[in-house]
């Protein structure tokens, strides 16, 4: 689950991030509301749910929220600030918030506020996303298909792969770049520059064949790789 932090306290950033990380959230965390527009408008970041102070340099988290909603995006928001009065409460859920988080907290409200905007997200997008012969399971983060006896076998992944995968999944027979695939795996400063998808695309392919989706994902020569579906739409069983 990646998670857009935007903080302008370094301390505070830093304990949140570290915070979330132990939960096993990537969080992209940046301090200024300039660079977290920036961030949400790259189209091959996909974030599950956003954290921003109330004020921050250049673009305050109030206007980023007006921004998100002005283009009908369902991104679940959480706002963080010491404005404890109720009319600033009703100002920041009026500007597009899903949920308002006084300062300072504990970290047990915190972890328990952002997993209730998980939940609501999962109403509002399908409890499972099926393409091919894969059924991704949001409510219990797994992945399965069907042996040739037709009952369901769950592929086991790590969370890389899962969150790999499902990139995969949500863009069937497209051609999805290095850079595209890299930000699905780690916090957009922590990326690093060696060969690591390919060698992630490597174990991702085999735990696939072994489960009998054989070349599901392909090799597009010079450009990236594919999650290839058409030899599967008329088989959706194994």
Partial sequence: MRLLLVEDEPDLGAIIQRMLNRENYLVDWVQDGATAWNYLEQEWIEYSVAIFDWLLPKISGLELCQRLRQQNCSLPVLILTAKSDIQDMVTGLDAGADDYLIKPFV???????????QRRALHIQPSQLQIGPL????????????????????????????????????????????????????????????????????????????????????????FGYRLNTFNYESKPNF
């Avoid at 047990?108 to 905007?117: D, P, V, W």
């Avoid at 983060?141 to 899962?162: D, M, R, Y």
């Fill in 135 to 222: 059924t991704l399971d949001y409510a219990k983060s797994s992945v399965f298909t069907s042996n040739s006896q037709g009952k369901p076998q769950t592929i086991p992944l790590t969370a890389n792969e899962f969150r790999l995968l499902e990139y995969f999944m949500k863009h069937p027979n497209q051609t999805l770049t290095r850079d595209q695939l890299l930000a699905q795996l780690w916090e957009t400063d922590d990326a690093p520059i060696s060969n690591v998808v390919s060698a992630r695309i490597r174990l991702l392919r085999r735990k696939l064949a072994d489960y009998g989706c054989k070349d599901l994902i392909e090799t597009v020569h010079g």
């Fill in 107 to 117: 970290k047990a409200e915190l972890l328990a506020r952002i997993r209730a905007l």
